[in-house]
C-alpha cells in the first residue's frame, strides 16, 4: 500500500487508505478477517447507524454530548442513511464474534465524516460509541434490522401471495379435480378447496410472524458490556427505546431482562425458526405445483404454468417450471440457514453471545429470500396459470376411488371390489357399479356425482 495515512489506536500505529472513511480497528479487522465474500447487507448497517443518531440524541438530552457534536453526529448519520458512503463498509461476516469490528467500522466512518463536515474533533469511541458497547450494539441491530425488515417487507409480500392464491382459489371453485394423498387416487375436491390450503398456510405464517415480533422488539440496547448498563446513564434503555421507535415507526421497548439480551439469542433463533416454518410450506405449494403442471404428456398435466424462458439447451420446445423450482432453492437456503443460527444461537457463553455477526447475515437474508420468493410464487406463477379442465374431467370420471361414496350402502368390502373391478377393466366406476349392485343407474348417479362429494 503506497497511497496511505496512518491511524493510531490503542494498539499503535496502523496504515489506512487515504480515500477511506474509516480509521485503524476496520482497517486491522480488514486485514485479519479474509474468511469470505460475505458482507453484512445495507439494512443491518442502516440499523447500526439508526442506533448511533439516537444515542446521540439521548447524549446531548443527558448533556453529556455538546450541542455542536450532536449536530456533526447526527449530519453524518443522515448522509449514510441516505446512502452514502456505501464502500466503507468491508468487512467480512465472519469476524469477532461480538460484531465489534463492525461496530467500530460505523463509529469510524461517523467520526470520520463529522468530523470533515463540521472541523471538530469527533472521536470513534469518545464521542460516537459513548453509552454503548458493541455488546449491546450488534443485538440490538440484528432486533431492529430484523423487526424492520418483517414489517416493511416479508409481511406485505406474504400477504399478497395469500390474497392472490385467495383469488385464484374463487375462480376456481367451481372446477373438480382428483383428489390425492400418498400421491395415489383419493377422493375428489376442487382447486378452490386445494387452493384455499395454501392461503391459509401463508396467513398462520404470518401471524406467526407477527406474535414474533414483540419479542424482536424488545432490545438490548442499554445493557452495555455485560448487562449492568456501566458507563450509560440512568434510563438510558428506556429513552433510547422511546428515540428509535420515533425513527423507525416501529414501537420498540427496553427487554425486561438486559442480560439475557445479551447473553442469548433466543429471539433470532425462533424468529428463525418461523421464517423455516414458510419456507417449509412455500416448498410444498412450489412442489404441488411442479407436480400439477408435470407433462405435458406424460405427467399429471392439470395445469400449465406461463411458459417464462426455454427450458433446455438442448431439447427444444422443453419449458420448465423455473419459478417454482428458484423459489423451492431459496427455501432450502432458508433451512439451511436455520440450522446456522440455531447453531449460532448456543454460543452464548456467559455474558455474551459470540456469534451476532452470522446471526445478523443469516437471518437478514432469510427475510429477504422469503419476502422475494413470496411475491415470485404469486405474481409468476399462481396468479397467471392456466387449468386444463379436459384433463381434470377425465380424471374424476375414471377415479375408481369415488366407490368411497357407497361405503354406507353397500358396505367397504363390496365398495373395495367394485373399485378393484373398476381398475383392472379401466372402467367407470358407474358402470361396474351398475353390474354388481342392486342400485339402479339413477341412484348410483346421485351417489357418485363428484358436485355432492365435494
Known amino acids: 500500500m503506497t497511497d496511505y495515512r496512518v491511524e493510531r489506536d490503542s494498539m499503535g500505529e496502523v496504515h489506512v487508505p487515504t480515500t477511506a472513511k474509516y480509521g485503524a480497528q476496520t482497517q486491522r479487522a480488514k486485514d485479519n478477517f479474509a474468511i469470505s465474500d460475505l458482507r453484512f447487507p445495507e439494512q443491518f448497517i442502516d440499523a447500526i447507524v ?3 443518531r439516537c444515542v446521540a440524541m439521548v447524549n446531548r438530552e443527558e448533556e453529556l454530548l455538546s450541542e455542536p457534536l450532536f449536530h456533526a453526529i447526527t449530519s453524518a448519520a443522515d448522509q449514510l442513511l441516505a446512502g452514502e458512503c456505501r464502500d466503507q463498509f468491508p468487512l467480512d461476516v465472519f469476524q469477532t464474534g461480538s460484531g465489534t469490528s463492525t461496530n467500530m467500522n460505523v463509529n469510524e466512518v461517523l467520526a470520520h465524516l463529522a468530523a470533515e463536515q463540521s472541523g471538530l474533533e469527533v472521536s470513534a ?7 454503548q458497547s458493541s455488546n449491546d450494539v450488534i443485538p440490538t441491530a440484528i432486533h431492529i434490522s430484523a423487526a424492520l425488515a418483517i414489517h416493511t417487507d416479508l409481511l406485505p409480500a406474504i400477504a399478497h401471495l395469500e390474497s392472490t392464491i385467495r383469488l385464484k ?6 372446477i373438480i379435480k382428483t383428489g390425492r394423498t400418498h400421491l395415489m387416487d383419493a377422493m375428489p375436491l376442487t382447486l378452490g378447496q386445494e387452493l384455499s390450503a395454501w392461503a391459509e398456510q401463508m396467513h398462520k405464517a404470518g401471524r406467526r410472524l407477527i406474535d414474533s415480533q414483540k419479542y424482536l422488539c424488545q432490545l438490548a440496547q442499554g445493557g452495555t458490556a455485560v448487562g449492568t448498563g456501566v458507563n450509560a446513564p440512568d434510563l438510558f434503555a428506556e429513552k433510547f427505546c422511546a428515540a428509535i421507535s420515533i425513527d423507525t415507526g416501529l414501537s420498540f421497548k427496553p427487554n425486561y431482562s438486559l442480560f439475557e439480551a445479551l447473553s442469548s ?5 425462533a424468529v428463525s425458526g418461523q421464517l423455516k416454518a414458510l419456507a417449509v410450506a412455500l416448498m410444498k405449494i412450489s412442489n404441488d405445483l411442479r407436480w400439477m403442471n408435470s407433462g405435458p404428456l406424460a405427467g399429471l398435466g392439470e395445469i400449465s404454468l406461463q411458459a417464462l424462458q426455454p427450458g433446455s439447451s438442448i431439447m427444444p420446445g422443453k419449458v420448465n417450471p423455473v419459478i417454482p423450482e428458484a423459489v423451492a432453492m431459496a427455501c432450502a ?3 439451511g440457514n436455520d440450522a446456522c443460527i440455531t447453531v449460532a444461537g448456543q454460543s452464548g457463553n456467559f455474558q455474551l453471545n459470540v456469534m451476532l455477526p452470522v446471526i445478523a447475515y443469516n437471518l437478514l437474508q432469510s427475510i429477504s429470500l422469503m419476502s422475494n420468493a413470496c411475491r415470485a410464487l404469486a405474481d409468476q406463477a399462481i396468479a397467471n396459470f392456466d387449468v386444463n379442465e379436459v384433463v381434470l374431467a377425465a380424471s374424476v370420471a375414471k377415479n375408481p376411488i369415488l366407490v368411497t361414496a357407497l361405503n354406507p350402502v353397500i358396505g367397504y368390502l363390496a365398495a373395495a371390489e367394485i373399485a378393484k373391478k373398476a381398475y383392472l377393466e379401466q372402467r367407470a366406476v358407474i358402470d361396474v357399479a351398475e353390474e354388481m349392485t342392486d342400485l339402479s343407474r339413477e341412484e348410483l348417479s346421485a351417489l357418485l356425482d363428484p358436485s355432492k362429494l365435494v
Not at 169 to 174: E, T
Not at 265 to 269: H, I, K, L, N
Open 265 to 269: 439469542q433466543d429471539t433470532a433463533v
Open 333 to 335: 437456503q432458508v433451512i
Open 50 to 52: 439508526r442506533i448511533k
Open 169 to 174: 382459489a374463487r375462480n376456481l371453485d367451481s
Open 125 to 131: 469511541n469518545d464521542h460516537i460509541n459513548m453509552s
